[in-house]
C-alpha cells in the first residue's frame, strides 16, 4: 500500500475506478450492478451473471480499514471539540454524515478495487 501523492499521471490501466466505485459498476459488463446497498457488494451481476461473491473472496482488509477510519475520524472529532467547543447538537449533524460517508465511501473504492484487481488476476491464466 502506497498513501503517496497521487500525481495526474497516474495511469495503472484504470482510469476510472473512482466513478466505477461510485457508480458501482461491474468490471466486466459495467452495468451498475456491483453494489446493492450503499456498501454492500452484490452477489452476482444481475446483467452478465459475473460472480462477485467469489472475487471478493479474501478482501479480509476491509474491517482493519474500516476501523482505522473511525478511529482516526472519532480522534478528528474529539480533537476539534477540545479546540472550537461546538455544542454538542452540532457536533453530532457534523460528524455524523461526515463519518457515514466517509467510511460508505471508503468501503465502496476499496471493495471495487479488490473486485477489479480480482477481475483482472482472473482474467490472465
Ligand atoms: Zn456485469
Known amino acids: 500500500m502506497t498513501a ?26 459495467g452495468a451498475r450492478t456491483l453494489f446493492e446497498g450503499p456498501a454492500q457488494l452484490a452477489e452476482t451481476c444481475s446483467v452478465c451473471g459475473l460472480d462477485i461473491l467469489s472475487l471478493e473472496r479474501g478482501g479480509r482488509f476491509v474491517g482493519i480499514l474500516t476501523m482505522l477510519l473511525a478511529l482516526v475520524l472519532i480522534l478528528a472529532a474529539l480533537t476539534t471539540d477540545e479546540w472550537l467547543r461546538p455544542p454538542l447538537w ?6 455524523g454524515p461526515v463519518t457515514v460517508g466517509s467510511v460508505v465511501f471508503a468501503l465502496r473504492f476499496w471493495k471495487t478495487m479488490w473486485v477489479y484487481h480480482q477481475y483482472e488476476e482472473s482474467q490472465q491464466p
Open 90 to 95: 452540532a457536533t453530532f449533524l457534523f460528524w
Open 4 to 29: 503517496g501523492p497521487s500525481g495526474p499521471e497516474e495511469n495503472k490501466g484504470q482510469p476510472g475506478l473512482v466513478s466505477a466505485a461510485l457508480s458501482g459498476l461491474c468490471p466486466r459488463c
